[in-house]
Nanobody
């Protein structure tokens, strides 16, 4: 089982990034997917989630209207489009897959928002 995040990096405030998470080793289309993030000295927090067919999404309040989660089951990939980035969005972003008691984490990708 692998979840491999990519797309992180350094961006100026107000900029955009698109994170990708490529899944392998399990039936991706059966799993709900989420993005979490963890900033230095803070607990890991849920950023966004999406159901198996993408019909429902949810977001933490601080990213609503700026971030969009989506998935492509044909490509076994989940995305997080991040617009209007703020310095407080700086964190390591993790991909997460869940089906009942089965839960998998990616290794994370660093997002740094700084001028």
């Amino acid at each position: 089982v692998q979840l491999v995040e990519s797309g992180g990096g350094l961006v100026q405030p107000g900029g955009s990034l698109r994170l990708s998470c490529a899944a392998s080793g399990f039936t991706f289309s059966s799993y709900a997917m989420r993005w979490y993030r963890q900033a230095p000295g803070k607990e890991r927090e849920l950023v966004a989630g999406i159901t198996v067919f993408g019909s429902r999404t949810n977001y933490t309040d601080s990213v609503k209207g700026r971030f969009t989660i989506s998935r492509d089951n044909a490509k076994n990939t989940v995305y997080l489009q991040m617009n209007s980035l703020k310095t407080e969005d700086t964190a390591v972003y993790y991909c997460y897959a869940q089906l009942g008691h089965l839960r998998y984490w990616g290794q994370g990708t660093q997002v740094t928002v700084s001028s």
